[in-house]
């Protein structure tokens, strides 16, 4: 099973890398097209400082719009008369 969640057969090798965040043997699957050149799985021994600095959160107009606005209350019955026989 692939990161997106497919099924593949694909072919599989150990290999050695050596990153910022993992270094050492690893097995590795071989694709096509991948979107990485490397991902890495959650595997003993990854190093995770640094890691969250490279990414930023944003929020789009409409997000921001969204956020902004009072939310509608929710129309419900009030008081139904439910009677079991």
Do not use: C, H, W
């Amino acid at each position: 099973m692939l990161i997106d969640g497919t099924v593949r057969r694909v072919p599989v090798a150990e290999i050695e890398i050596d990153t910022p965040y993992y270094s050492g043997q690893v097995k590795a699957v071989g694709m096509r097209n991948p979107l990485y050149d490397v991902i890495i799985r959650n595997i003993p021994g990854v190093k995770e400082e640094g890691g969250l600095e490279k990414f930023q959160a944003v929020m789009t107009r409409s997000q921001t719009q969204k956020e902004n606005k009072p939310t509608k209350p929710l129309k419900v019955v009030e008081g139904l008369d439910i009677s079991v026989v």
